[in-house]
Structures are given as C-alpha cells and as structure tokens.
Nanobody, 123 residues
Framework: QVQLVESGGGLVQTGGSLSLTCTAS??????MAWFRQAPGKEREFVAA????????YYADSVKGRFTLTRDNAKNTVDLQMNELKPSDTAVYYC??????????????????WGPGTQVAVSS
C-alpha cells in the first residue's frame, strides 16, 4: 500500500510559477506521475518519471514549461511549473504505479493516488 499526499497548489497569475510536491509513504520500484483534471473535463496526463529516475515524460501541453524530479531518499517527487497559463488550471493528482513504458501516460496504469491539490491560474 502506498499513500500519497500532494502539496504546493495555489493561485498564481498567468506567466507565474508554482512547485508541487508529492510525498509518498514508500517509493521503491514505483514510477510516479502527475495527472490533472479541470472542471467538466477528463483526467489527463501531465508528466511521469520512471522508478529509477532515469527518464521523464511530459504531455505536449506542458513540455518545456514543467519539470519533474524525484528524490528517492526523501520519497518525494516535485513538479516545477513555469510560464503557467489559465489552461493549466485544474486539480493536480500524484500517482504511483508500475506501468510499462508505453502506458506511462494512462491513468489506469497507476494503482495509488493522492487526494489532489488545486492549481488556479488567473488571466
């Protein structure tokens, strides 16, 4: 059983930055990801990092603006979000799982989820 807690959400103006942190009760062997869900929309993939931290993957919509890192010693993953846009407004969820490479962006590949943290970007 893996317990996840997100922190760091909030309100920011367009072009601003926020950093989200996901703290896990255990980390070993799990790939970690962030998904987000805006009101009235389906949950969508944001970024993922393999269990060994060797590779990161990003949705096209955030590539070049968001950076995902993990600290296996602290059981945390950090999502640094820069150049935020109103379209980034959503509840952001941290997830843990053992997906195969081709399924890293699929929410069904992740078994454990945090409660989510709200990110709001004003125009």
């Amino acid at each position: 059983q893996v317990q996840l807690v997100e922190s760091g959400g909030g309100l920011v103006q367009t072009g601003g930055s926020l950093s989200l942190t996901c703290t896990a009760s255990t980390f070993s062997g799990y790939s970690m990801a962030w998904f987000r869900q805006a009101p009235g929309k389906e949950r969508e993939f944001v970024a993922a990092i393999r269990w060994n931290g060797g590779h990161t993957y990003y949705a096209d919509s955030v590539k070049g603006r968001f950076t995902l890192t993990r600290d296996n010693a602290k059981n945390t993953v950090d999502l640094q979000m820069n150049e935020l846009k109103p379209s980034d407004t959503a509840v952001y969820y941290c997830a843990a799982g053992r997906p195969i490479l081709s399924s890293l962006g699929m929410s069904s590949s992740y078994h454990y989820w945090g409660p989510g943290t709200q990110v709001a970007v004003s125009s």
